[in-house]
């Protein structure tokens, strides 16, 4: 099941990083120019893409889980301790904070390099000062959704693991022989039985008075 489920959720993230990356293209054609100087996509709208992307994995991810819930393939759940972790282990890779800023950084680099009146060091001066301002918030934003995704990951299988561990007991139960209970009822009865025979017996009503306690009326 685990394995499906990685597909699955790679699948989603694929549809997400096309999505974004249309976007990112549209941020090359439309951006704002003044005369013959370029002044490249806005560092602003940029992030904004970013953190969309991010937040569309999420929740695409958590509703992906979700739905995994009721489903079982060749008779194993997602939710056995190898397939669990093999999910977690897909999960951080998707969600890996380099993966994104190594590819913020070149979005910015290739920005960077259509802005025509910039000198190569003032363009370093600017990309430093872009990658420090948006670095924050992306690593923010991915730490929050790995953060969510595997919680409902373990939400799940908690889940679960409650249900297994009730069927476990209630087989185990089930299963006991009948005559087990009957024996425990019988040997009860005649316990109480062989207790009120003591009590009523001459020779505990002689033992009783011998201590001076009275037995009454009731004895």
Do not use: H
Request: charged share 30%; with cysteine.
């Amino acid at each position: 099941m685990n394995d499906d489920l990685n597909s699955r959720l790679e699948a989603i993230d694929a549809d997400c990083e096309r999505a974004a990356k249309a976007e990112l293209d549209r941020l090359f054609e439309t951006g704002p120019s003044t005369g013959s100087t370029s002044r490249g996509p806005s560092p602003q709208a940029a992030e904004a893409i970013w953190l969309r992307l991010i937040g569309c994995k999420e929740q695409e991810f958590i509703q992906e889980i979700r739905t995994a819930k009721q489903k079982k393939i060749d008779g194993k759940s997602m939710d056995s301790a190898g397939g669990a972790k093999s999910v977690e282990k897909a999960i951080n890779d998707l969600l890996a904070d380099e993966r994104y800023l190594a590819r913020m950084r070149e979005f910015y680099a290739q920005a960077a390099g259509e802005t025509v009146s910039e000198t190569s060091q003032a363009q370093a001066k600017r990309l430093d000062l872009i990658d420090t301002t948006y670095r924050t918030g992306i690593e923010n934003a991915l730490r929050r959704a790995r953060e969510n995704v595997l919680a409902e990951l373990s939400l799940n299988r908690a889940s679960k693991e409650d249900d297994a561990a009730f069927l476990s007991q209630w087989k185990q139960y089930s299963t006991l022989s009948p005559w087990r209970a009957i024996w425990t009822i019988v040997l009860l009865s005649l316990t109480s039985y062989l207790i009120a025979f003591i009590i009523a017996s001459e020779a505990f009503r002689a033992l009783l008075e011998r201590f001076g306690w009275s037995t009454g009326s009731g004895m």
